[in-house]
């Protein structure tokens, strides 16, 4: 009789990787049902539960929810010591502060946001997130020299004046954010909605299932790295080599392959930006400010005062200013996740993302689609994978409206919109030819 009851029940197996031994619970949403228990050593509880609907499975202060929608079916649950925060992002509603709607952990919190009338920055509730990088002074070989205070590049955290090593004057360090705080990952997973012009995005220190990636965690040798780096500043020219010192003034005006051999010369692992991290960024961004007009919550960046070479912000402007600062004004600079000018400026080249004669094409690790064999970024996208229905229209130089969205990215589709409405930034293409990805504006574009 036992078996005939388990057979018309319904089994649900739980394991965990960081509660082995610890109590469960697993309660219905709707109705006073629990089943209580103890993981085993292997991480391992199971029950059979009698009616279907919403359950919570409670583990010390941790929770996850599982829709048990049948009878005699076998589901499967994971609970760990891990965040999951998550966004909807709306490709149908126009307003940039409505299209995104908090899920999972992000429920209840308090978006950050710039403070233009004190000058300040407004954490909300995420100035202790997992994910935020701290600066650093990065030896040519991937080692960490020096951590810098967030509120003063010019020093380190224990107060010492490190002025020399940030202008270049000393050795050969690149000021840069590590991204990989206490050993936690960055993983993220998108899932787009049926028309693909909108999705439902989850970050997390952990790898949840397996469509959770942190594509930018892969190193040049195709191995899952515990840090990735990115730089603080625009790029700096310094004996033929591309270097983010303070300080000084941008290179400009140079060939792509130019700036990557610049870039390259720096060492083993070194290169120019890459899409996969634009990416992760921009949906970091997109999490925290809980709006797709990133000008309108974090600064408008420099984005007036002409092209020439002149024109340009030195580096170093923003030392002082936190990880993150803005102006709704026109004439200074962005500073994002300890980042100078993110947006506005100058164009950043960005490998792994090119629109080859209308084709979108892209890759998100320096080796190949798995992360496993290191061939390089190409001009082209030859080997590159497909984003399929994604060749650029509307106007080329109006507001991008329509994002195309794929388990690996998202990508600009067509620009029809307004710099008040969808996505609020310009989009410039052309069809004809093979072009490498620029991001982030200049100090012109308006």
């Known amino acids: 009789k036992d078996e005939i009851d388990k057979v018309a029940k319904i089994k649900l197996i739980i394991t965990t990787d960081d509660f082995s031994g610890d109590a469960v619970t697993v309660s219905h949403n709707d109705i006073l049902y629990i089943k209580q228990g103890t993981f085993d050593e292997s991480g391992h509880f199971e029950c059979y539960l009698e009616h279907v609907g919403v359950y919570t499975i409670e583990c010390n202060d941790k929770s996850t929810t599982i829709e048990i929608d049948g009878v005699g079916k076998v589901f499967n649950a994971k609970i760990n010591d891990s965040v999951v925060y998550g966004f909807v992002v709306s490709g149908s509603e126009s307003s940039p502060s409505a299209n995104i709607t908090y899920i ?3 429920v209840g919190m308090q978006p950050a946001k710039m403070n233009f009338t004190s000058g300040s920055f407004d954490w909300g509730d995420w100035g202790d997130a997992f994910f935020i990088p701290r600066p650093c002074l990065l030896n040519a070989n991937g080692t960490v020299f020096k951590y810098l205070n967030p509120n003063d590049y010019t020093k380190d955290v224990d107060g010492n004046d490190v002025s020399s090593y940030l202008t270049g004057a000393s050795g050969s360090y690149n000021a840069m954010m590590e991204w990989g705080k206490d050993h936690c990952q960055i993983w993220s997973k998108i899932v787009p909605d049926q028309a693909g012009t909108g999705a439902t995005v989850y970050i997390s ?6 469509d959770y990636h942190a594509w930018s965690f892969y190193g040049q040798d195709g191995e899952l790295k515990e840090h990735f780096y990115t730089p603080i500043y625009n790029g ?3 004996s033929s080599k591309l270097r983010s010192v303070s300080g000084k003034s941008i290179l400009n005006n140079v060939a792509g392959t130019t700036e990557i051999q610049y870039a390259v010369a720096n060492g083993n692992g070194w290169y120019i930006e890459t899409y996969a991290d634009r990416v992760l960024i921009n949906l970091l961004l997109m999490l925290i400010g809980k709006s797709t007009n990133m000008q309108a ?6 984005y007036t005062g002409g092209s020439a070479a002149g024109n340009l912000l030195q580096t170093g402007t923003m030392n002082t200013r936190g990880l993150f600062w803005g102006t709704n004004g026109t004439g200074s600079g962005v500073k994002v996740f300890g980042m100078e000018n993110y947006w506005g400026n100058q164009w950043r080249r960005t490998a792994g993302l090119v629109n080859a004669n209308g084709t979108q094409k892209y890759k998100l690790t320096y080796g190949t689609e798995d992360g496993t064999t290191a061939n390089g970024y190409n001009t082209d996208g030859n080997g590159y994978k497909v984003a399929s229905d994604c060749t650029p229209g509307g106007t080329s130089g ?7 969205w794929f388990a690996d990215g998202f990508f600009g589709k067509t620009a029809s919109g307004s710099e008040t409405t969808y996505w609020c930034d310009g989009m410039w293409f052309n069809n004809s030819q093979n ?8 100090c012109n574009v308006g």
Not at 297 to 302: E, M
Not at 398 to 404: A, E, H, I, P, S
Not at 435 to 441: P, R
């Open 398 to 404: 109006g507001y991008l409206n329509v994002m195309k």
């Open 104 to 106: 999972e952990e992000a």
């Open 435 to 442: 072009d490498y990805a620029l991001f982030g504006g200049y």
């Open 297 to 302: 919550t974090f600064g408008n960046g420099h």
């Open 205 to 210: 220190d952990a790898q949840q299932d397996e």
């Open 236 to 238: 700096v020219n310094m």
